[in-house]
C-alpha cells in the first residue's frame, strides 16, 4: 500500500523551488537579520548565509565527522563538505532527500527516516550531532538519549531552534517544544551547556518576510484565483467555500491575517543557539 505524501513535504519543496528560482538559494533555513541588513525578500539569501556562518562558527575545534539530522535540502551540509568536514544526514522527507543529493553530492550519505527510527551501527558514532531547525520536529523525552547514542565520548550536540515561550495567549505560529520542558529534559541528562544563546531578535524578522509575502503575494493571488473561478463555475465555487469554509478560515487566520510577523513571533517563541557536550568516559 502506497503511503500518503506529505502536504508539508510538498510544500517545504515547493517553497524551495520558488526561492531557488526568484533568489538562487537553495537554503530552508531562517536567516540573521543583524542591524546593517535591510530586512526585505531580496535580502533573504544573504541573511541566511549569515545564519549558516553563525551555525557552523560554534562547532568546536578537532570535530571532524557530523552527522546533521533534519538536514532538509543539505544546504548547512553543503557547506560542512566544503569546509572538508565527514558529513552525513538523517532526513524523513524522500523529496527533501532528493533536493540535498543533488546540492550536497552523491557522496552525502543520508539516512532516510525518523531520528527516532534510524538505525545505526553500535560502533558508528559522529564527533558532533547538530540539529539546525529539525530539534523541534522530534520526540522530547528522547531526543538527547538518541543523540548521545551517535556521540564518541566527549562529543556535542550543537542545537538551533525555536521554542515555545510560556506567553499567555494563541498564536498563529505553530512548532517549537516547551522551553521549560526543555530545559528539565536537559537538566536530567548528563550533557554540559557550553554554551546557550538567545538569537530570537536576529530571527525574528523571518516572519516580517512571510507576511509580506502573504499580504503582497499570496492572497492576491488566492483572490484572483477565486474570482475567476467564481466567475466560470459559480455553483461550484459556492460548494467548495460551503464545504471547506472552516479550513478556509483557519488557513486565513493563519497564514494572511498579518498575525504572522516578528512581534508575534518574539511573544510566542525563543530561537536559541545551544552547544552542549558529552562527558569524558
Not at 190 to 205: N, S
Not at 251 to 266: T, V
Amino acid at each position: 500500500m502506497t503511503s500518503k505524501v506529505d502536504s508539508k513535504e510538498v510544500g517545504l519543496v515547493a517553497g524551495l523551488n520558488l526561492f531557488h528560482f526568484f533568489l538562487g538559494t537553495r537554503d530552508l533555513h531562517y536567516g540573521l537579520w543583524q542591524d546593517d541588513l535591510e530586512v526585505c525578500i531580496q535580502n533573504l539569501p544573504e541573511a541566511q548565509k549569515r545564519y549558516s556562518d553563525f551555525l557552523l562558527s560554534h562547532i568546536p575545534a578537532g570535530v571532524k565527522r557530523v552527522l546533521d539530522v533534519g538536514c532538509g535540502a543539505g544546504g548547512v551540509a553543503t557547506e560542512l563538505l566544503a569546509r572538508g568536514y565527514e558529513v552525513e544526514g538523517v532526513s524523513p522527507s524522500p523529496l527533501l532527500s532528493e533536493a540535498a543529493r543533488e546540492q550536497a553530492g552523491p557522496a552525502f550519505k543520508i539516512h532516510q527516516g525518523r531520528f527516532e527510527d534510524v538505525s545505526f551501527a553500535d560502533d558508528e558514532k559522529f564527533d558532533l550531532v547538530m540539529f539546525s531547525e529539525s530539534f523541534q520536529y522530534i520526540t522530547l523525552d528522547t531526543v538527547l538519549r538518541d543523540a548521545a547514542l551517535r556521540l564518541k565520548p566527549g562529543g556535542y550536540l550543537l542545537i538551533c531552534d525555536f521554542f515555545k515561550t510560556n506567553e499567555k495567549g494563541r498564536s498563529v505560529i505553530g512548532g517549537g517544544h516547551p522551553i521549560d520542558k526543555f530545559r528539565a529534559v536537559l537538566q536530567a541528562s548528563e550533557l554540559e551547556v557550553l554554551e546557550d544563546k538567545d538569537i530570537t531578535a536576529l530571527t525574528a524578522p523571518n516572519l516580517d518576510i512571510v507576511d509580506q509575502m502573504g499580504r503582497e503575494l499570496i492572497l492576491p493571488t488566492f483572490k484572483l484565483i477565486g474570482y475567476a473561478f467564481g466567475s466560470n463555475h459559480p455553483w461550484l465555487a459556492k460548494l467548495i467555500r460551503w464545504k471547506y469554509d472552516r479550513k478556509f478560515k483557519k488557513m486565513h487566520r493563519k497564514y494572511l491575517s498579518g498575525e504572522r510577523n516578528a512581534q508575534s513571533f518574539a511573544r510566542f517563541k525563543v530561537y536559541r543557539l545551544l552547544l552542549l557536550r558529552m562527558p569524558e568516559q
